[in-house]
């Protein structure tokens, strides 16, 4: 089914018309965040790195925050990895090494997850830090400090770094329930949300990639929102006050040996250069892990139309936000600003079927089964920070000594998207 092309006015109103019956809530615009290349070039315009290295962990209030919040954009290609490391060259050097650092990060969560896939789906490495006496409700409203992040997580779709380690610690290794739910509930509004990296966020908090989980207090809390403790009803009788008890051995996950080599890098990493079977495309298939206008299919192809497609039998088992769909679609009515831009729902591949398309080759499982289905004529290369390689992922260290060297230092800090 082919649908009218979003207006960037009334993007939310076109959800609510063409895609409201595939999310779990009434579709509304962030409260913080606009889809878009434009919004994404008025962001990487006015960064500014400046105590980013102090400041990135900093909760409340908001004036204190030295988050970037390009997450969003970068999720979606409008912003790339190279690009933003670029956008850093000029920052104070502490600075510019914290947030390169951040964006490897970035990169080795998608390495992680272009090589093992579902895979992700179950702890990597060792056994989740649950607690043994669980609470009924993982994420009690009672709580200031809770409420407070699902509140921005609702509202706006986003949470700085340090309040998606509050949340996941609290969910699991507080709470005791399995992490994989949380991790969903994650990914429904988290307008930066990719299995790459929200899993291997959660993994790392819970322990399960590391063997030593994170643990959420009262400490963490008085010491980046301490106005929250402050407010709460529970300040007298924190239920968070000390620090988690340790929690009962489980047995290890079995061992991956995709952890320790990949068999196959060049298939992992995509083509490193375009893929073409000698037919002409007619069209640009756009997929949501780049909706830039650097995409490079859609750079190599400038007069052809671009064609999306809402994921409806996807998008009908994720539930996701209605505050995810409008962001995409505040973005496809920026690009139909400059380029003609076609809007389906349905099966991608009976909605592209006897077109002959161009596309940039994606490092997902669903680019993998749909491109199969599709046969796109070409296939255009990801544009990696780090082209993966056949080394180690065990770890952020273990991957990163096999990369040439482009700067920075390894960091320590979970591999979350709210840099």
Same mark, same amino acid.
């Given at each position: 089914m082919q649908l009218p092309t979003p207006d960037p006015?009334? !993007?939310?109103?076109?959800?609510?018309?063409?895609?409201?019956? %595939?999310?779990?809530?009434?579709?509304v615009a962030s409260g913080a965040f606009r889809g878009g290349q434009t919004a994404a070039d008025a962001a990487v315009a006015a960064l500014d790195l400046t105590g980013y290295a102090k400041r990135r962990n900093e909760v409340l209030p908001v004036s204190r925050r030295g988050a970037t919040a390009l997450s969003p954009w970068i $999720?979606?290609?409008?912003?790339?990895?190279?690009?933003?490391?670029?956008?850093?060259?000029?920052?104070?050097?502490?600075?510019?090494?914290? @947030?390169?650092?951040?964006?490897?990060? #970035?990169?080795?969560? &998608?390495?992680?997850?272009?090589?093992l896939g579902t895979r992700t789906r179950s702890a990597l490495r060792a056994a989740?830090?649950?607690?043994?006496?669980?609470?009924?409700?993982?994420?009690? !409203?009672?709580?200031?400090? +809770?409420?407070?992040?699902?509140?921005? %997580?609702?509202?706006?779709?986003?949470? +700085?770094?340090?309040?998606?380690?509050?949340?996941?610690? #609290?969910?699991? +290794?507080? !709470?005791?329930?399995?992490?994989?739910?949380?991790?969903?509930?994650?990914?429904?509004?988290?307008?930066?949300?990719?299995?790459?990296?929200?899993? %291997?966020?959660? #993994?790392?908090?819970v322990g399960a990639g590391t063997g030593k989980p994170y643990g959420f207090s009262r400490w963490q809390v008085?010491?980046?929102?301490?106005q929250l403790c402050g407010s709460c009803a529970l300040s007298d009788a924190c239920?968070?006050?000390h620090w988690p008890a340790d929690p009962p051995s489980r047995p290890a996950p079995e061992h991956d040996p995709r952890l320790r080599s990949d068999p196959d890098p060049e298939t992992t990493g995509g083509p490193a250069a375009p893929v073409a079977?000698?037919?002409?495309?007619?069209?640009?298939?756009?997929?949501?892990?780049?909706?830039?206008?650097?995409?490079?299919?859609?750079?190599?192809?400038?007069?052809?139309?671009?064609?999306? +497609? @809402?994921?409806?039998?996807?998008?009908? &088992?994720?539930?996701?936000?209605?505050k995810r769909l409008v962001f995409l679609a505040q973005t496809l009515a920026d690009l139909g600003g400059r380029r003609a831009v076609l809007v389906h729902r349905g099966t991608v591949a009976d909605e592209l079927d006897g077109t002959p398309v161009a596309v940039t080759h994606?490092?997902?499982?669903?680019?993998?089964? $749909?491109?199969?289905?599709v046969r796109p004529v070409v296939v255009h290369p990801w544009p990696w920070l780090y082209r993966p390689h056949a080394g180690p992922v065990t770890s952020f260290t273990a991957w990163r000594r096999r990369l040439p060297r482009r700067g920075g230092k390894p960091s320590t800090t979970p591999p979350q998207q709210g840099a």
């Open positions: 006015d009334t !993007a939310t109103d076109w959800v609510r018309e063409h895609l409201g019956d %595939l999310c779990r809530d009434e579709p $999720r979606h290609g409008l912003v790339d990895l190279p690009t933003a490391w670029d956008a850093a060259a000029d920052a104070p050097p502490r600075d510019r090494a914290k @947030f390169r650092d951040e964006l490897c990060w #970035q990169e080795y969560a &998608r390495h992680l997850y272009a090589r989740p830090a649950r607690a043994e006496q669980g609470w009924d409700e993982p994420w009690p !409203a009672e709580m200031a400090c +809770v409420d407070a992040c699902l509140t921005e %997580l609702h509202t706006d779709g986003w949470l +700085v770094n340090q309040t998606r380690m509050w949340l996941s610690s #609290q969910w699991t +290794v507080r !709470a005791g329930h399995e992490w994989a739910g949380g991790e969903s509930e994650f990914f429904a509004h988290l307008l930066d949300g990719s299995r790459a990296a929200n899993r %291997l966020g959660w #993994q790392w908090t008085r010491k980046r929102a301490p239920p968070i006050e079977t000698g037919a002409e495309p007619e069209a640009v298939w756009l997929t949501a892990e780049s909706l830039g206008d650097a995409d490079p299919a859609l750079d190599a192809h400038p007069d052809l139309p671009a064609v999306f +497609v @809402f994921d409806e039998p996807l998008l009908r &088992r994720l539930r996701l936000s209605g994606a490092p997902v499982p669903g680019f993998t089964t $749909r491109s199969a289905a």
